[in-house]
T-cell receptor, first 114, second 113 residues
Framework: DTGVSQDPRHKITKRGQNVTFRCDPI?????LYWYRQTLGQGPEFLTY????????KSRLLSDRFSAERPKGSFSTLEIQRTEQGDSAMYLC????????????FGPGTRLTVT | DQQVKQNSPSLSVQEGRISILNCDYT??????FLWYKKYPAEGPTFLIS?????DKNEDGRFTVFLNKSAKHLSLHIVPSQPGDSAVYFC????????????FGKGTHLIIQP
């Protein structure tokens, strides 16, 4: 299967701990996106990379959140000092090139902060 | 302020009939609209898109209609099949395709046998 993969699929952590999620996009997709989805809502955009450059950040991405895509391939999303309000599904998507608008999503990482 | 609205949280349709899912938007700068389908415990799956310069796009059983003057789009599924039961999200994207998608809250489509 050559779809977008995310690891882990589930994460339970205690408030105040740091967590890191990984996303592997579809091979040769140079655009990578992170979204957050809470219950009853659609996904909300967090940040976007073209190759290794982080080009856009949503105001939802507080200072406790940081994302990287060091070699333009996989990406990591780290949340420091987690809060209960960070509990959500974190989705990663990738997109092939500038003339295509569709984004292909991974299965997501469900974070529960206790 | 929600820029993409799906006002029907759920919709029940009989198998074989037409399913019509609706979406309204407020931002006239959006230049592409997309529909995604989501099953539980999976990420959204892309279905179909439409450029803002078109009024219709068709792909197999799925057709999307865009009414720019009304800032309204709809997804038609004909004929509806049991596997179509899922949550459907309407999404929009701004100029250049570089921005993140703006999603509605979704409509849960239930296909009745």
């Amino acid at each position: 299967d050559t779809g977008v993969s995310q690891d882990p699929r589930h994460k339970i952590t205690k408030r105040g701990q740091n967590v890191t999620f990984r996303c592997d996009p579809i091979s040769e997709h140079n655009r990578l996106y992170w979204y957050r989805q809470t219950l009853g809502q659609g996904p909300e955009f967090l940040t976007y990379f073209q190759n290794e450059a982080q080009l856009e950040k949503s105001r939802l991405l507080s200072d406790r959140f940081s994302a990287e895509r060091p070699k333009g391939s996989f990406s990591t999303l780290e949340i420091q000092r987690t809060e209960q309000g960070d509990s959500a599904m974190y989705l990663c998507a990738s997109s092939p090139r500038t003339d295509r608008v569709e984004q292909y999503f991974g299965p997501g990482t469900r974070l529960t902060v206790t | 302020d929600q820029q993409v609205k799906q006002n029907s949280p759920s919709l029940s349709v009989q198998e074989g009939r037409i399913s019509i899912l609706n979406c309204d938007y407020t931002n006239s700068m959006f230049d592409y609209f997309l529909w995604y389908k989501k099953y539980p415990a999976e990420g959204p799956t892309f279905l179909i898109s439409i450029s803002s310069i078109k009024d219709k796009n068709e792909d197999g059983r799925f057709t999307v209609f865009l009414n720019k003057s009304a800032k309204h789009l709809s997804l038609h599924i004909v004929p509806s099949q049991p596997g179509d039961s899922a949550v459907y999200f309407c999404a929009a994207i701004g100029g250049g395709g570089a921005d993140g998608l703006t999603f509605g809250k979704g409509t849960h489509l239930i296909i009745q046998p």
